[in-house]
């Protein structure tokens, strides 16, 4: 079936409008209608290739909320009309012991990926969100409760999953003393989830200005990191850092905010980032990493923030604007996540 869509057909282009097919439904297949899909700064590297192994023509997005269009013969769990959000994985093996325990995104044989992954059956590349409609594999459309705000609630797939999913890993909640490394899209979905857990929130920043934005969002305190003295006095104050930065920098500063077996978890960066293996020995700290989360914690998070009414801040976009969104995204200038309104396709 072919159905409106943006793409881009080389690195580095502008997005433009494309046809494009989606496959017929296999018998596990939900067909989705898009109706909002948010804007991921991993779409703006992928578009570029920043990363190596980028293939064109790409569809990006992985941050989906639609409903269910039609469902295949052997599909259970949803019907058509449910409202469903797909994430950064349409499928995987499904039979390895990390598929298992509801870890599909570290799949021994490889999550297939929303957009610029393989299709486990074809072969094909899949295409992502940023389109009318979706096909994936039923374990992977994640039915919604109704009390969730569907324009808002897009950037959970990502942004929220992937600062979720440390947290609950590592038991924050009352009395956890939390740092949140950085004001974007992931660390304003780090203060809010972690003051909704009921850690006590400390925002490590380097920008004076973002101090009011961090307490409007509920952090109880922010330190800033080019100020000397005052890094230095909160030394071993921390129990827990989620550093959501997501370009490469120094660790260290952030290692000795953490208190005896504290834990930093770098969920932004993906290059390769030093650090003092001294700082880590006194105190017995650790430095970890955490990639977005699996089905069954991705459904939790997003139960809990329909009950507690926790979303992103979201700025609503049509799709016709997405080149300027990314020119935004790229110097800072959104508050906090871009959602695109796909009714804004009709007709394309």
């Given at each position: 079936m072919h159905i409106p869509a943006y793409a881009a057909l080389s690195a580095g282009a502008p997005l433009q409008p494309m046809a494009i097919e989606r496959r017929a439904l296999r018998p596990d297949d939900v067909a989705i209608d898009i109706l909002y899909c948010g804007v991921c700064h991993s779409d703006l590297h992928q578009v570029r290739n920043d990363w190596g192994g980028s293939r064109y023509?790409?569809?990006?997005?992985?941050?989906?909320?639609?409903?269910?269009?039609?469902?295949?013969?052997?599909?259970?769990?949803?019907?058509?009309?449910?409202?469903?959000?797909?994430?950064?994985?349409?499928?995987?093996?499904?039979?390895?012991?990390?598929?298992?325990?509801g870890e599909e995104q570290f799949c021994r044989q490889g999550p297939t990926m929303t957009y610029n992954g393989r299709d486990r059956v074809s072969g094909e590349?899949?295409?992502?969100?940023?389109?009318?409609?979706?096909?994936?594999?039923?374990?992977?459309?994640?039915?919604?409760?109704?009390?969730?705000?569907?324009?808002?609630?897009?950037?959970?797939?990502?942004?929220?999953i992937t600062t979720w999913s440390p947290l609950r890993h590592y038991g924050a909640g009352p009395g956890?003393?939390?740092?949140?490394?950085?004001?974007?899209?992931?660390?304003?979905?780090?203060?809010?989830?972690?003051?909704?857990?009921?850690?006590?929130?400390?925002l490590v920043t380097g920008s004076a200005a973002k101090a009011d934005d961090a307490r409007a969002l509920g952090a109880h305190r922010v330190l800033l990191s080019r100020d000397a003295e005052a890094m230095k006095a909160a030394a071993a104050s921390m129990d827990l850092v989620i550093d959501t930065v997501p370009v490469a920098h120094e660790l260290d500063p952030y290692v000795r905010l953490l208190d005896v077996e504290g834990r930093i978890v770098v969920v932004g960066a993906l290059e390769q980032m030093p650090v003092n293996a001294a700082a880590l020995m006194r105190g017995r700290r650790q430095v970890s990493g955490s990639l977005i989360g699996g089905i069954a914690q991705t459904r939790e998070l997003l139960e809990f923030c329909a009950e507690r009414g926790v979303y992103p801040d979201c700025e609503s976009i049509p799709m016709q604007r997405i080149d300027e969104a990314f020119a935004r995204m790229e110097r800072s200038d959104v508050k906090y996540r871009f959602v695109i309104d796909m009714a804004s396709l009709a007709g394309a």
């Open positions: 023509p790409m569809v990006p997005g992985h941050e989906i909320i639609g409903r269910v269009s039609a469902v295949g013969s052997a599909v259970a769990r949803l019907k058509v009309g449910d409202p469903v959000g797909v994430g950064c994985m349409v499928d995987s093996c499904l039979a390895c012991d990390q598929c298992g325990h590349t899949t295409l992502g969100g940023y389109s009318r409609m979706i096909v994936v594999r039923e374990p992977f459309a994640i039915g919604l409760s109704p009390k969730l705000d569907l324009a808002r609630a897009a950037p959970l797939l990502c942004a929220g956890t003393r939390l740092g949140v490394v950085g004001l974007g899209g992931l660390g304003h979905m780090a203060v809010k989830l972690g003051v909704a857990l009921g850690c006590e929130v400390t």
